[in-house]
């Protein structure tokens, strides 16, 4: 079971920045060698294969593809392994944003 998070500053009262733009994240995860970007992601079944359009950020660890979705100036994270937990903090603290759970 994956538990899910959120990178963030909409909790950040004195940041002019409040939102987490597109263009920031495109600079930002491109400058990083272990993060590509696609505009779909996909997820393979047993029965089926599901497509999902938007911005992801995908991360490779390993032989995992770990996603790292932006949606409306967010950017959201589902942990199902623990080696995620460290590169989630190291992001948002790089974005100078906060983790929240949700």
Not at 63 to 83: C, K, N, S
Request: hydrophobic share 35%.
């Amino acid at each position: 079971m994956s538990q899910r998070f959120r990178i963030t500053r909409s909790f950040q009262e004195n940041s002019a920045e409040q939102t987490i733009t597109l263009q920031e994240c495109k600079l930002y995860f491109a400058s990083q060698p272990d993060f590509t970007y696609s505009p779909v992601y996909t997820v393979s079944g047993p029965a089926s294969t599901m497509s999902i359009d938007g911005d992801f950020f995908m991360w490779s660890y390993g032989d995992l593809q770990i996603p790292f979705r932006h949606y409306m100036g967010d950017l959201y994270v589902a942990v199902y392994d623990e080696a995620v937990i460290p590169k989630m903090i190291e992001v948002a603290s790089d974005l100078r944003a906060d983790l929240t759970e949700g």
